[in-house]
């Protein structure tokens, strides 16, 4: 018989530590959805749904668009609604700034949200056209930032934001996604590649860059 597999005990240590600080985690996530707590709750990156967050420059520079985007308005606009599409980390500081912002996401956890939470799963695009018939036409700004980097999810995620679009020659869409999905994007969205190339606080493999139906760079370099 095998003599049991033991560990040092500076690695045991390191080990245990861990394990006690993701509990913790976890437990402060629980509280956070179960308080519904709203733009100030904070969730890990989960790698299992493909998550991960923008780096603070990153976030403040969509902000700035958004704050810019928000000072065109006129009193007779109308409201200027705000949707967020698999890219919880900008909800923040979106939110911060404008109240009409709804963030789209699969995972539950983002429910700490409250009402500015929307659940919805890519796969039930596809076969139901009334799918989120709620939120249908509804939407003059949507930063959609899709999970995976395959023709699939792509095509669904360029349905939702059709769908969404409060008008489609008015509002503005901002795609983040890696340079790959290009000619799987500009067949189903009127977009174009822009300089401005969103970062992350984990590099990433993938050369990542943005699209959007405006241009989104004189934004940006006009600040």
Known sequence: MDDDISLPADTLAIL???????????AEEENQIAN???KD????????LSQFWY????????????RKLLAERTEDSGDFSIALLSCPSLYK????????????????RFEAYGTDFVHYDL?????????????????????????FLSQECIAKTCEIVTRLQRNQKESKVIFCSGEVVEPWLTARLPVLKCS????????????????????LDEYIENK
């Open 16 to 26: 245990n530590e861990f394990l006690l600080e993701r509990s913790k985690r976890e």
């Open 36 to 38: 519904k707590t709203g």
């Open 41 to 48: 709750a904070q969730f890990e990156e989960d790698w299992q």
């Open 55 to 66: 780096s603070t420059e990153t976030k403040h520079t969509l902000r700035d668009v958004v």
């Open 93 to 108: 500081d979106i939110r911060e700034i404008h109240d009409t912002v709804h963030i789209f996401e699969f995972d539950m």
């Open 123 to 147: 796969n039930c695009v596809g076969s139901n056209p009334d799918y989120l018939k709620e939120h249908h036409e509804q939407y003059d700004l949507i930063v959609a930032d899709p999970p």
């Open 196 to 215: 401005f190339r969103p970062e992350h606080e984990r590099n990433l493999g993938n050369e990542f860059v943005s699209y959007a139906n405006f241009n």
